[in-house]
């Protein structure tokens, strides 16, 4: 039951943005639920980037120790060729220079344990799966069905993912996630002994990257994308990857010896394109890959979920009215002011890098190296300005 005065959220996915948004909220004084339908523990997932705009977005809930603690400042980072030679290279230095602060890597596992340590544990729901939401109105709370019960709140935030239930519901003109043509291969791997690696890199071929990504002294996060049909599933994934990345530099045929089978995640790459032009129905905000699944290819997609958060509580509590009935500014309208068009601008910039990096043409290939090659480094940093110059809401 709420505590009296307090407003309530239901929170719907225990991914990222969800733990973001509750943690956001129980901030801000509201009584939060997160129904997550996994059992605990069950999340997957190797690394992630995350970039100073992330990390600025996780200062504003907390979490500054917390992340340090857990995550590791890359030392650095470019573009290769699958020969090794560097088209583009940037330290931190230059990456702190220009936007105050590092791009860090963390074990996703890892992320999702620090927001899930910042709220009360009564919080949060495992093992059951949202099946129906009212998205209420001006008068009437939010409703959501849920192994068999009915839970009213005064707003739900719906984080459940590229495929979201809720957005097919009550955005049902909204098209689904598309495939975008190639998948993504993930893992965790101890760092070879013999493997030099100053900085993160990502080695450009023809329609195929290789990722490398230390995450601390011990451990190297690796991907890997190449264009194929949509669902498409091989007997031997591992053996797959090795081959078609043996010739490339070290130390990548070092690092794919180095991953265990069946620790290898397989995922195809899907886009919400174009995203939402409202990312709030009645009382319920989309947040999160479910409201801008997007390509990888910018490392944003954790961020803009946890910018997402950041704004969606500062917005709502802001305003008085979720709790007594919807007026003409109900916070939820603020939230999609602040948020609709960064994350429909990102997610295009994202799917024209995607475009870049995976074709197959040899002559786009060369020029998008040449280019790369000749873009002196700190204006390569500028490319990112847009993602990463992002700020969190001046706190009421
Ligand atoms: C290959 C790859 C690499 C990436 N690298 C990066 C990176 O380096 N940096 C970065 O910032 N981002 C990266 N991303 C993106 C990032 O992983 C996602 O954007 C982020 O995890 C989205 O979080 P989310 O909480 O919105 O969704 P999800 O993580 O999908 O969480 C949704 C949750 O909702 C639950 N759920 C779904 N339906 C229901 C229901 N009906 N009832 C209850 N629970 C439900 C699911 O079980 C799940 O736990 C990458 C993505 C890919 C594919």
Redesign the pocket.
Known sequence: MDVEGTRSAVI?????????AAVALHRAGWTVRV????PAG??A???????PN?VRALDALGLTEALRARAAALPGSGVRRPDGRWLSRTSADQVISRHGSPQV?IV?ADLIDLLASALPPECLRFG????GVDPGDADRRATIH?GGRRIRADLVVA????????RRALWPHQPAARYCGYV???ALVPRPAAAVIASASETWGRAERFGI?PVGDDLVYV?A?ANAPAGQINQDELTDLRTRFRRWHDPIPALLDAITPGEL?R?D??ALRPTPKRLHHGRVAL?????H??E?NL????????EDAVVLAHAVSGSASLATGFDQDNGLDRYDRARAGRVARLTRQSHLLGRLTQTRSATVTALRDATARLVPDRFALRGFDAAAGWHPPAHR
């Not at 225990?14 to 973001?20: F, K, T, V």
């Not at 947040?287 to 409201?291: H, I, Q, S, V």
């Not at 490392?299 to 946890?306: F, H, N, P, R, T």
């Open positions: 719907i996915g225990g991914g990222i943005g969800g733990l973001a129904q997550e339908r996994n069950a999340q997932g190797a690394g992630l980037t995350l970039w992330a890597a996703r059951d799966e949202v099946t849920c984080a459940d993912g590229v495929h979201s239930r809720v993504a291969w993930r990504v991907y994308t995640l995922h790459v899907l947040l999160g890959d479910a409201a699944a997007m990888p490392g944003q997609g954790a961020g803009l979920a946890i």
